[in-house]
């Protein structure tokens, strides 16, 4: 595996590969767990080459704290890349990637108005920052996102298409923790009591499936965000219903055919985003 940590370092090691073959590539903050790697694994089953980025995006963070706290491990992860059958990995310096400030403003079809879009202003719009300036220097055919982030794969399938980028996005499952607790890299910064807490997020969203039965939308909001809030080191900061498709909230269970629940809660001062299909 070539760890490339300069631009031109990876363009010479992008180059060596055989022109014909398929590229896959995921596109990381680095921090790497078990949910990074099932992604590499999907792109090491499909593409004969994958390219890994490890990169603290600057422009999608609009917490300072968040930006300056978010955890950073690079040996440790290129030592995971190389074990999973990764060709390369690009971790660049900011200046690879934004040799002059980025002031593009993307059209992101509206799929930002709701969930973390109103509550982190301009995050999406950083991440469609840096996922083009990734592609453009990467040109895969192939790229996978988690799940975890289920608005985030949403807005990059819409710009990929709008933009008429020649790439499959590729939607992968979350990966859990063993007690529920969806992996990220955000998890380490947790306080031993609130690592025991953080697993009631997911056990109150697979009640969400079941109060759904029988419950309003509304009525399950309610219910949920009272469960959560109920344990004294978790605070929900939202919880919506949304129309899986459009990523619209929800008023009645006739306003889509597909319900995913969406939601954000503090355990401070981290914060855990988490989400299941309703139906
Ligand atoms: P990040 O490093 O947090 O920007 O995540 C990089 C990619 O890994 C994104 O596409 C995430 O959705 C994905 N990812 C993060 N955590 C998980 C997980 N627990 N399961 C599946 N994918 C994940």
Redesign the pocket.
Known sequence: MIVAKTLEEFIQARQALPHQESIGF???????????I??VEHSVAKCSHTIVSIFVNPTQFNNPQDLATYPRTLEADCALLEKSGVDIAFAPRVIDIYPTPDNRVFDLGGLDSYGEGPRRPGHFNGVAQVVTRLFDIVKPQHA??????FQ??AIIKYFTRNLNYPIEIVQ?????EDDGL????RNTLLTPAQREAAPHIYKCLKKAVEYAATMSPAEVIAAVTGEIDANPELETEYIELVDADTLRPIAAWSDAENVQLWCAVYARPVRLIDNIKIR
């Open positions: 995921v596109p990381t903050m680095g921090a790497l767990h078990q949910g990074h099932s992604l996978f996102f988690g799940e975890k982030d985030q794969v992968c499952p979350i990966l859990r969806a992996k990220s890299s």
